[in-house]
Every structure is written in structure tokens, then in C-alpha cells.
């Protein structure tokens, strides 16, 4: 994996979920590993607590729905 998934991709994805633990895992390395696990558990956490929505919006396909800082 040359480029990390970003959070939102993260959240959407269950396979890239899979492949950035696998990739982490083939590393051997357990700073690697370890980073990996909590980004895949962060994302997850996000998606059950609602956060997700909170962020990004309802609708994962609208980009222009994300809430942004001057949002009320």
C-alpha cells in the first residue's frame, strides 16, 4: 500500500479495511501493525457512534454535504 486510505475512505470500505490490516501485518513491523489497528478501529468506532454522519453527511456519494467549521 504506497498511499494511506484516508478516514472517510476508511469508514466507507470494509476491503480497504481488510487490505490496510493485511498490508500492516506483512510489514511485520508492530508500530506498523499497531497504526493500522487503531486507524481500522477509529474508522469503525466512527461509522456505530453516528460520527461518520455527523461528518461527512448523510449521503457517503455527496462530498458537499461534509460539515465544515463555519457550519452552525
Do not use: F, W
Not at 9 to 37: F, K, M, P, W
Amino acid at each position: 500500500m504506497t498511499e494511506e486510505p484516508s478516514d472517510r475512505a476508511l469508514c466507507e470500505s470494509v476491503d480497504l479495511q481488510a487490505a490496510l490490516l493485511r498490508y500492516a501485518y506483512a510489514t511485520g513491523e508492530a508500530t506498523t501493525i499497531d497504526h493500522a489497528l487503531i486507524r481500522v478501529t477509529n474508522a469503525r468506532r466512527m461509522m456505530k457512534n453516528g460520527l461518520y454522519e455527523l461528518i461527512y453527511g448523510d449521503d457517503p456519494e455527496d462530498s458537499d454535504n461534509a460539515a465544515t467549521p463555519s457550519d452552525p
